[in-house]
């Protein structure tokens, strides 16, 4: 078989060449507007956040002042301005004044972020305007990297892909949080301030052991009303067919959305509003091996959704912001269930709603203690519907067909409840906090209710031979609660003014666990050796802990023996599974946790170094080790054992979900990126080497062999040893942007099995002698997006824009500092009333053939083969209008 790609070579010509014709653009556009220069200053708080009603004065060279306030955006403007250095004061009440002396503006549009410390917090503390100072904070602006607004605009429009664009931005593992909310779906594009990578892993507030956490603040209030219009539209016209479908397939998405912002309460009260729906279909491949012969069709699978937000933001005072937001996101799915070896009986249609209420306060108590208290309550239902409850044939790695089986309901309704305290002491920069979450849940769902043939190999199913049937039997419907704890204590002690210590510890636990001396320690140092402050060091050491997931934990409870049970019949008939008289029927088993299980724990040690490059770059280089102790893993503990039978004869299989399993990983991230962001250019590079080996892939699956456990030890199923992504965006000439965003990982392992159940523990999972788990790799894939965007400013002047209302809104959970340099040079936005933008953007631009899902049965006739692809090229064009 014959995949159509594109070589690395031709892609990296075409970068290249994209690369040095857009530098004589932009250079042609700088000459255009002679040796002025206009510099946007954007004035945060410790934490981000948009500081308003700022006072900011620049004087140049030339000894020429110019003052401004800053607007509800916390951003002013300076035109006129010539290039060279200047000198730029930022005063604002309750916070400590800001100098930089030595400020670079280069002619045409230029941009610098300032950030205020509080001045009560600091009054013990000095602020951190030396290099060394600055670079030595852990919860400085090295080891970060920011995009803005502009950036945020040149990747996807829509949300699914604009996430998993953060997501390859950030590299593996990361965490999400928008305004220190986990979950949920992000805001849209044209809500967000800035989104902020930050590699600061060992902080005791951290659950989460990622290399990088994203945090993605959205915009403050402001005072006059905005809004946007957008309508985006792709078809199979400009999509290419699918690797693996006889013929291109429709397809269609049809996206509108829509926002609105503005003030309720002048100077006090802002409100968002924002709707995005979508509604369309794709194909999906079938590639199946039926008795008759080859099976490949397309699947028609139609979707919709709807996702509505909702937040107001009231400042209470000067230092007192309140926000409360609401969010539901819902969508249906049909045809799911159909595709590579499903046909298209398998189909069952899911529909899935979420409502999410957050309340957040944040301010400064006692002038010298800064809080923020959340709260969030999230509420989910999940309904599915088969198209057929018959009984189910699964020949391995060749076809399956029959019902679904799948169907009923499922309700939970979690509350989470997080508050962080700062303060500080003489040369103590302490931090504090707790998070309580709880949850009850309600599910009637039911799987496999009418049971499921399995046999080995196309030529036993032709001969009426199935290796087993098995079937869930009893009431599906069930009902819990659970709740879990943790609290932290962060000290950041400055030992010398180029040398930070910090020391911290966390404790976790749950309900569902008896094990609650659950200590996490943390340790941390900054270093920055050198007065220029162009070499930073960073190292660390801290143990972490993983939670016993809710869905684990219920199948726990359905599946009892009491409640449901799982019935086998190993050598069964067909179809009656009870006509064959060598056929074996097991006594009914059940899934349970052991009795001293404990909560999955990972130790983490790790070192990285920052340094600038001809004080224009900034690259990043990491290193992490971890070992992963206690780690969750499913185990027959009834399955026979050679040459003695079961152990409990009276008991079917019991599936034990025990911490016995452990991991070693290590990590290398390298980040490259620019000080200067000059010439209305943004770009950043990120690569990850990773190896991790760990002896099971999750709580509920089995080892081939129940009672020889080491053999199991191989690579992960997530293991990537090579990651790399890249993304740029540039401002070309006549309103034209550009974005590209690239990645590229190198081949996921599988496991090879012999199609067989030869130790009879009625799992077809064995594998052949000497083939160790998870050997085989498939193939490496790589992407690449692109966003082409022109755009216009027309009507009148805007009124209002610049009024401030006199409100700081303190945000807990960011990161200082400008993350992208002291200057970054981007374009100024208009202050017209009216914006039209037209799009079209690619996914998979080069039509790369991502081939997966690769069979690693011996007895399938795609043995080695892949029989499946990421999607291929897709277009979307759309237009936005903004008021």
């Known amino acids: 078989m014959r995949y159509h790609g594109f070589n690395i070579r031709t892609l990296f010509v075409c970068l290249t060449s994209l690369l040095i014709f857009s530098g004589p653009l932009a250079l042609a556009q700088q000459q255009r ?107 400085g602006s090295a080891f970060s990297s920011v995009l803005g607004e502009e950036q945020i605009a040149a990747l996807p429009d829509d949300q699914e892909e604009f996430e998993n664009a953060i997501n390859q931005l950030a590299g593996p593992d990361a965490t999400i949080r928008v305004n220190g909310f986990r979950g949920g779906k992000l805001p849209p594009k044209s809500q967000i301030r800035e989104i902020r990578f930050r590699r600061n892993p060992f902080a005791a507030e951290f659950h989460e052991r990622g290399f990088v956490s994203v945090d993605v603040f959205t915009k403050p209030g402001i005072n006059d009303w905005r809004g946007t219009f957008g309508f985006g539209f792709r078809d199979e016209s400009f999509s290419a067919r699918p690797v693996f479908a006889p013929r291109r397939g429709p397809e269609q998405l049809r996206r509108l959305n829509f926002t609105l912002d503005g003030p309720l309460w002048k100077n006090h009260t802002s409100l968002f509003l924002s709707a995005d729906a979508t509604s369309g279909y794709d194909s999906k491949t079938v590639v199946a091996a039926l008795p008759e012969g080859r099976f490949d069709d397309v699947t028609l699978r139609p979707a919709r959704r709807l996702n509505l937000s909702a937040r107001i933001e009231h400042a209470l005072d000067k230092t007192h912001a309140l926000r409360f937001e609401y969010q539901r996101n819902a969508g249906r799915q049909d045809n799911l269930g159909v595709g590579d070896f499903d046909l298209p009986d398998r189909a069952y249609t899911l529909d899935q709603s979420e409502h ?28 599915t519907l088969a198209l057929s409850n018959a009984p189910a044939v699964q020949v391995l790695n060749a076809f399956t067909r029959g019902g679904a089986q799948t169907g009923g309901s499922r309700r939970g309704s979690e509350f989470e409840l997080a508050d962080n305290l700062d303060f500080s002491a003489g040369r103590h920069a302490m931090r504090a906090g707790f998070l309580f979450e709880a949850g009850t849940y309600r599910s009637d769902e039911m799987a496999n209710a009418n049971g499921t043939f399995i046999f080995s190999s196309l030529d036993a199913f032709r001969r009426g031979r199935p290796t087993i049937f098995s079937q869930r039997t009893g009431d599906a419907a069930l009902s819990f609660s659970r709740y879990q704890f943790a609290w932290y204590w962060q000290d950041d002690f400055r030992l010398r003014k180029n040398l930070m210590l910090s020391f911290g510890l966390r404790q976790e636990f749950q309900s569902q666990l008896r094990d609650r ?48 049970s799982d019935l086998v019949v190993r050598d069964p008939g067909f179809p009656d599974p009870f006509t064959n008289g060598m056929g074996t029927l097991l006594p009914p088993g059940r899934i349970q946790s052991d009795p001293n299980m404990r909560i999955p724990s990972i130790a983490m040690a790790g070192i990285g170094v920052e340094t600038r490059l001809l004080k224009r770059f900034r690259l990043n280089m990491d290193y992490r ?27 079917g299989n019991i599936i034990q979900i025990e911490s016995s399993a452990s991991s070693t990983s290590h990590r290398m991230m390298l980040h490259f ?24 892939d999750g709580p509920l699956s089995l080892p081939a062999d129940n009672y020889n456990l080491r053999a199991e030890r191989g690579p992960s199923a997530t293991d990537i040893r090579h990651f790399f992504s890249a993304f740029l965006s540039r401002q070309l000439l006549g309103g034209l942007s550009l974005g590209l965003n690239f990645s590229a990982s190198s081949a996921l392992p599988y496991n090879i099995t012999t199609g067989f159940d030869d130790n009879g523990d009625t799992v077809s999972n064995d594998r052949p002698t000497g083939i160790s788990r998870n050997s085989a790799r498939g193939a490496m894939r790589w992407d690449l997006g692109a966003r082409l965007s022109w755009g216009f400013n027309f009507g009148g002047e805007r009124k209002g ?14 990161s200082g500092g400008d993350g992208g340099g002291p200057l970054s040079s981007m374009p100024t936005p208009s202050n017209q009333k009216y914006r039209m933008e037209f799009y079209a953007q690619a996914y998979n631009l080069f039509n790369h053939a991502n081939l997966v899902n690769f069979s690693g049965v011996q007895t399938s006739p795609f043995f080695g083969q ?18």
Do not use: C
């Open 33 to 139: 507007t002679g040796g002025e220069a206009t510099l946007k200053i954007a004035v945060v708080d410790p934490n981000g956040a948009a500081v308003t009603a700022a006072i900011v004065s620049v004087k140049t060279a030339e000894g020429i002042e110019q003052k401004g306030q800053t607007n509800q955006q916390g951003e002013v403007t300076f035109t006129r301005l010539s290039k060279g250095t200047a000198l730029v004061r930022v005063e604002a009440a309750g916070f400590e004044a800001r100098f930089l002396d030595d400020l670079k503006i280069s002619a045409g549009s230029n941009r610098a972020e300032v950030r205020l410390e509080i001045a009560s917090i600091k009054e013990d503390v000095s602020v951190a305007e030396d290099e060394q100072e600055k670079n030595s904070d852990p919860r």
């Open 356 to 383: 999410i209420l957050r309340l957040s306060e944040s301010g400064v108590f006692a002038k010298r203690v800064l809080n923020e208290v959340r709260a969030q309550v999230r509420l989910t239902e999940r309904e």
């Open 517 to 564: 001396s659950n200590f996490a320690p943390r340790f941390g140092l900054t270093w920055s050796p050198d007065k220029a402050g162009t070499f930073t060091v960073r190292a660390g050491a801290g143990l972490f802990y993983d939670w016993f997931e809710a869905g684990t934990y219920e199948q726990t409870l359905r599946v009892n023996g009491q409640r449901q």
């Open 625 to 651: 080790f971890e070992r992963g102790l206690h780690l969750l893993r499913g185990r027959n503990i009834n399955a026979p054992v050679p040459g003695m039978g079961r152990p409990l004869p009276a008991d």
């Open 673 to 696: 990126a620019p000080m200067m962001l000059s010439r209305k250019l943004f770009w950043m590079v990120t690569y990850m080497y990773s190896n991790t080996i760990n002896d099971g």
């Open 801 to 814: 824009g610049a009024s401030a209302p006199q409100q700081v809104a303190v945000r807990i959970g960011g």
């Open 866 to 883: 892949p029989t499946a692809a990421l999607p291929g090229r897709r277009v979307e064009t759309g237009v936005r209008f903004s008021f």
